[in-house]
């Protein structure tokens, strides 16, 4: 698994450089139904993507809202590039059917 790479500048600035991952898990979601994605052993970023809205939840399943959340339970809608610091598995969900890719990075 690759790693995010920090490379510098003409002006000797760090800036982040995403490479493409060499781990690539997708999953196709059917409207409302939830999934469960195990994190691979040794990644410690994740890159979310998808051709719709979707939602994560860490350690736990996905619920797309239909109510307010208050209790700060809520999962993330479109959460793009994360850690995965104690994090086992997250759950997936969109209120729509859709394709979702995750490059995963150590």
């Known amino acids: 698994m690759r790693s ?3 490379v510098v500048d ?7 450089g995403l490479v493409f991952s060499d781990f690539v898990d997708a999953r196709v979601l059917a409207a409302g139904v939830a999934e469960t994605h ?6 410690k970023y994740v890159l979310f993507s998808s051709d719709q ?4 939840k860490v350690n736990g399943t996905a619920a797309v809202p239909s109510d307010d959340v208050t209790a700060g339970t809520a999962s993330i809608l479109n959460p793009g590039l994360r850690s995965l610091d104690r994090v086992i598995t997250f759950g997936l969900i969109s209120s729509v059917d859709c394709i979702i890719t995750m490059e995963f990075y150590s």
């Not at 003409?10 to 982040?16: F, H, L, M, S, V």
């Not at 195990?38 to 990644?43: C, F, K, L, Q, R």
């Open 53 to 56: 809205d979707f939602y994560v």
């Open 10 to 16: 003409r002006n000797e600035k760090d800036i982040i």
């Open 38 to 43: 195990s994190v691979p052993t040794g990644a």
């Open 4 to 6: 995010l790479e920090s």
